[in-house]
C-alpha cells in the first residue's frame, strides 16, 4: 500500500483538489498551488472523520483521505526506520560492495545482521551495492549469483542531474536477469532500488544454493 492520493485539501480554510504523495522527508500535494512540507518542520498529525490534519511550521493542512486518513497520520508521527524500509532483519547475511557510507554499515550490524564486505561461498540474503557511474552497472550479474533465492539486491545510486538514471539501472537489473520491485530514498544524495530473482527462477536457484552449501 503506498501512500499516494488524489484528493481535495485545505490550506489555513482555502479549499482545493490536487495529489498528494507522503514522501521520505516531505508530504507534497501537487495541485494549485502545490504544497510541500518538510516533515522536519511538522507539530502534529491527526486523523478524524476521513480527513487527515497536518499543523505544521507554516500553518495547518487538511487532506481528504477517507479511510486512509489514520494509516497517513501514524505514518508522519511515527515512520519506519530506513533499515526498516530496506528490510534487513536480524540473522540476515548482507553483503556490502563498493563505497557504501561505514555509518549505514555500522547501522545494519546494530540490528544483529551479518555483514560481510567479501562474497563468500554461500548465498547472501541482501546486497546492498553502491553504483558510481553507469559501466559499473555490468556488475549486477554477478551479483545477482551471490544472493539466496528470496533474497534482494539493491542499488544505490547517486540523484539528480549528471547521475545514473532509473531507467538505465532498470534495463541492467533486467540483463542480470533480475525484477526490479521497489525504489526508496536512500539518503539525500542516493537512491536505493531494490531488484529480486524472478519467482519462475527461485526454484532453480534454490537448488543451486543447496549444492553450493554441500
Known amino acids: 500500500m ?3 492520493s488524489q484528493c481535495a485539501y485545505r490550506v489555513d480554510g482555502q479549499a482545493r483538489a490536487g495529489r498528494a504523495h507522503l514522501e521520505q522527508h516531505a508530504l507534497v500535494v501537487r495541485g494549485s498551488p502545490r504544497l510541500s512540507i518538510p516533515l522536519a518542520t511538522v507539530k502534529a498529525a491527526s486523523a478524524h472523520a476521513g480527513w487527515l490534519t497536518v499543523v505544521f511550521d507554516g500553518g495547518v493542512a487538511e487532506l481528504e483521505l477517507g479511510a486512509d ?3 497517513w497520520a501514524k505514518r508522519i508521527t511515527s515512520p519506519p526506520s530506513r533499515l526498516a524500509k530496506l528490510g534487513v532483519r536480524p540473522g540476515q547475511r548482507v553483503l556490502i560492495v563498493g563505497s557504501v557510507d561505514e555509518a549505514f554499515v555500522d547501522e545494519i550490524g546494530r540490528t544483529g545482521a551479518i555483514v560481510l564486505k567479501r562474497a563468500p561461498a554461500t548465498p547472501v540474503d541482501v546486497v546492498f551495492y553502491a553504483v558510481d557511474r553507469p559501466a559499473a552497472l ?3 550479474a554477478t551479483l545477482a549469483s551471490s544472493l539466496a533465492p528470496a533474497g534482494a539486491l539493491w542499488t544505490l545510486r547517486p540523484k539528480g542531474q549528471g547521475g545514473i538514471s532509473e531507467a538505465a539501472t532498470m534495463a541492467a537489473g533486467r540483463e ?4 526490479d520491485v521497489k525504489v526508496v530514498s ?3 544524495t542516493l537512491t536505493a532500488e531494490k ?3 524472478p ?3 527461485r526454484v532453480a536457484s534454490g537448488r543451486r544454493a543447496a549444492i553450493r552449501a554441500r
Open 176 to 179: 542480470a536477469g533480475l525484477v
Open 195 to 197: 531488484f529480486v530473482i
Open 186 to 188: 536512500f539518503s539525500e
Open 138 to 140: 555490468g556488475r549486477l
Open 199 to 201: 519467482a519462475a527462477r
Open 69 to 71: 486518513a489514520a494509516r
Open 2 to 4: 503506498g501512500y499516494e
